[in-house]
């Protein structure tokens, strides 16, 4: 059945349908639904029409007449955005605007070590089109089999890799981007040294697509490691975890690939909601890690520097247990029990979710910081905390108490962001790390930001967008 919202005129819907053909104009309610809800449920819009261009001149004839006649376009990926970023309001009358026919891997230089994917790229996709021409494109997300390029252009997806090559902003060197008002921004250069003036990319990049639609991206590629070796580690405290951490930059260097710490309530889920999950160490260790060292020149050079710094932390007894995987496969069961741990919680029931940053120096007291505030919120609420250490972005997630009704919990959503984030803003760190302000974090952000910086970014979204027709209510 064809919905009929009150918000959009029939008759400019057909205009906008024809832009596309009636194929890959989407319209009857059942094809619509899986464009108007994101993952974790929070916010439900609703649209009757969807749009699938297949190219840029679609999308600027889209947006051209978008911003002719004042029609609110919603941009969306691969819709795994977890802030409400990229879902129509609930009033009808915004058009969500799908990239995913734009799935096209343009180029691959890998002398230049580049890549020119299309926004509609799906990230996995990516990922073994690289491998295939020796290379890597190292930005890694739980989302990675759904999760499109665009969409983590315009979050500034992070992962677990930022530690040594930077979250999607470092890693993309030019975008192609349609304007509002259907003007094309042709800056795909492969230059890593460009100073001809402002660097409108990054613009962009980070925008939520606030300020124009990313339709390609030149994304920066790399040797693939001739040798990778991955490692569990029990410890005693996070203050443990962090003289580790220090150590293996001491040892390691830009060798150090990934640095994720894990709390004991989150492993206790995995083991107990992950099939088939196995332990990676004996006893019951508060804290653990999971460290990656990446080799240029070999896997035995990978394999020395691991073991030089497990033995470093035992000797300085800030390591009470090490496992070094001892396989490929036994590598990634120990990066599967990572990625799960978001969907464990889940299990549990009702959570509310932080997704913030802090100086890398300031996690241990942090931690000891936001157990005190979630207490005094909920004292049986129960705290999940795991993240990316080696970049200061925990996922400080807290868990309903046992027993509890999920209602009565999320009724104090707002006390407990309000108590986590006081603990964030009194050690200079971030309410939003990698997941994007979208619409769960906006009323926060104007509040709590400077008014010059809400000032300027308002100013930034009127130059480019004067009609209002941009992903509206989102970011500011």
Same mark, same amino acid.
């Given at each position: 059945?064809?919905?009929?919202l009150?918000?959009?005129d029939?008759?400019?819907?057909?205009?906008?349908?024809?832009i596309?053909?009636?194929?890959y104009?989407?319209?009857?309610?059942?094809?619509?639904?899986?464009?108007v809800?994101?993952?974790?449920g929070?916010?439900?819009g609703?649209t009757?029409?969807?749009?699938?261009?297949?190219?840029?001149?679609e999308?600027?004839?889209?947006?051209?007449?978008a911003?002719?006649?004042?029609?609110?376009i919603v941009?969306q990926g691969?819709?795994?955005?977890?802030?409400?970023?990229?879902?129509?309001?609930?009033?009808?009358?915004q058009?969500v605007?799908s990239?995913?026919?734009?799935?096209?891997?343009?180029?691959i230089?890998?002398v230049s070590n580049?890549?020119?994917?299309?926004a509609?790229?799906?990230?996995?996709?990516l990922h073994?089109?690289?491998?295939?021409?020796?290379r890597l494109?190292?930005?890694?997300?739980?989302s990675q089999?759904?999760?499109?390029?665009g969409?983590?252009?315009?979050?500034?997806?992070?992962?677990t890799?930022?530690?040594a090559?930077?979250?999607?902003?470092e890693?993309c060197?030019?975008v192609?981007?349609?304007?509002?008002?259907?003007e094309?921004?042709?800056?795909?250069?492969?230059?890593k040294?460009?100073?001809?003036?402002?660097?409108l990319?990054?613009l962009f990049?980070?925008?939520e697509?606030?300020?124009?639609?990313?339709?390609a991206a030149v994304?920066k590629l790399?040797?693939?490691?001739k040798?990778?070796?991955?490692a569990w580690v029990?410890?005693?405290?996070?203050e443990?975890a962090?003289a580790l951490?220090?150590r293996?930059?001491?040892?390691a260097?830009s060798?150090?690939?990934a640095?994720?710490?894990?709390?004991?309530?989150?492993?206790?889920?995995?083991m107990r909601?992950?099939p088939?999950?196995?332990?990676?160490?004996?006893?019951?260790?508060?804290w653990?890690?999971?460290?990656?060292?990446?080799?240029?020149?070999?896997?035995e050079?990978?394999?020395?520097?691991?073991?030089? $710094?497990?033995s470093?932390?035992? /000797? @300085?007894?800030q &390591?009470?247990?090490?496992?070094?995987?001892a396989s490929v496969a +036994?590598? !990634?069961?120990?990066?599967?029990?990572?990625e799960?741990?978001?969907e464990?919680?889940?299990?549990?029931?009702?959570?509310i979710?932080h997704d913030?940053?802090?100086p890398?120096?300031s996690?241990?007291a942090?931690?000891a910081?936001?157990a005190i505030? $979630?207490?005094?919120v909920?004292? /049986? @609420?129960?705290? &999940?905390?795991?993240g990316?250490?080696?970049d200061g972005?925990l +996922?400080? !997630?807290?868990?309903?108490?046992v027993?509890?009704a999920?209602?009565?919990?999320?009724?104090?959503?707002?006390?407990m962001?309000k108590?986590?984030?006081?603990?964030?803003?009194s050690?200079?760190?971030?309410i939003?790390a990698?997941?994007g302000?979208?619409?769960?974090?906006?009323?926060?952000?104007i509040?709590?930001?400077?008014?010059?910086a809400?000032?300027?970014?308002?100013?930034?979204?009127?130059?480019f967008?004067?009609?209002?027709?941009?992903n509206?209510?989102?970011?500011?």
């Amino acid at each position: 059945m064809t919905q009929n919202l009150p918000g959009l005129d029939p008759a400019l819907a057909e205009r906008f349908a024809a832009i596309v053909g009636a194929r890959y104009a989407v319209r009857a309610e059942s094809d619509v639904e899986p464009y108007v809800h994101e993952p974790r449920g929070l916010f439900t819009g609703a649209t009757s029409l969807v749009l699938r261009p297949a190219n840029v001149e679609e999308v600027s004839a889209i947006m051209k007449l978008a911003t002719e006649t004042g029609t609110p376009i919603v941009p969306q990926g691969g819709n795994t955005g977890l802030v409400g970023g990229q879902v129509p309001d609930r009033s009808g009358g915004q058009i969500v605007l799908s990239l995913s026919r734009l799935n096209r891997i343009r180029e691959i230089d890998p002398v230049s070590n580049t890549v020119i994917a299309e926004a509609g790229v799906v990230l996995d996709v990516l990922h073994k089109a690289a491998d295939e021409v020796d290379r890597l494109y190292p930005l890694s997300l739980a989302s990675q089999g759904s999760c499109q390029i665009g969409g983590n252009l315009s979050s500034n997806a992070g992962g677990t890799g930022v530690v040594a090559y930077g979250n999607a902003r470092e890693l993309c060197l030019g975008v192609e981007v349609v304007l509002p008002t259907g003007e094309v921004l042709d800056d795909l250069r492969k230059l890593k040294k460009d100073n001809t003036g402002y660097d409108l990319k990054n613009l962009f990049v980070g925008a939520e697509g606030t300020l124009g639609v990313i339709t390609a991206a030149v994304l920066k590629l790399y040797p693939k490691p001739k040798g990778r070796e991955v490692a569990w580690v029990g410890l005693a405290s996070p203050e443990a975890a962090l003289a580790l951490f220090d150590r293996a930059q001491d040892l390691a260097g830009s060798a150090l690939t990934a640095f994720e710490l894990i709390g004991h309530l989150p492993m206790e889920f995995a083991m107990r909601h992950i099939p088939d999950a196995r332990p990676p160490l004996e006893g019951d260790w508060p804290w653990q890690v999971l460290m990656e060292i990446s080799s240029g020149r070999s896997a035995e050079d990978a394999r020395t520097l691991i073991e030089d $710094v497990l033995s470093a932390g035992f /000797e @300085a007894e800030q &390591v009470g247990d090490a496992a070094i995987a001892a396989s490929v496969a +036994h590598a !990634n069961e120990f990066w599967r029990l990572r990625e799960m741990l978001p969907e464990t919680q889940k299990v549990e029931g009702a959570s509310i979710k932080h997704d913030i940053s802090v100086p890398i120096a300031s996690i241990p007291a942090f931690i000891a910081q936001g157990a005190i505030a $979630v207490a005094s919120v909920c004292p /049986e @609420a129960r705290v &999940v905390c795991f993240g990316h250490m080696g970049d200061g972005n925990l +996922h400080y !997630n807290v868990s309903q108490p046992v027993g509890m009704a999920a209602d009565a919990f999320l009724a104090l959503y707002r006390d407990m962001n309000k108590a986590v984030h006081d603990v964030v803003r009194s050690m200079n760190g971030s309410i939003s790390a990698e997941h994007g302000i979208g619409q769960l974090k906006r009323d926060e952000l104007i509040a709590t930001a400077p008014p010059i910086a809400i000032d300027l970014m308002r100013r930034v979204r009127s130059a480019f967008d004067p009609a209002g027709i941009m992903n509206p209510g989102k970011t500011i």
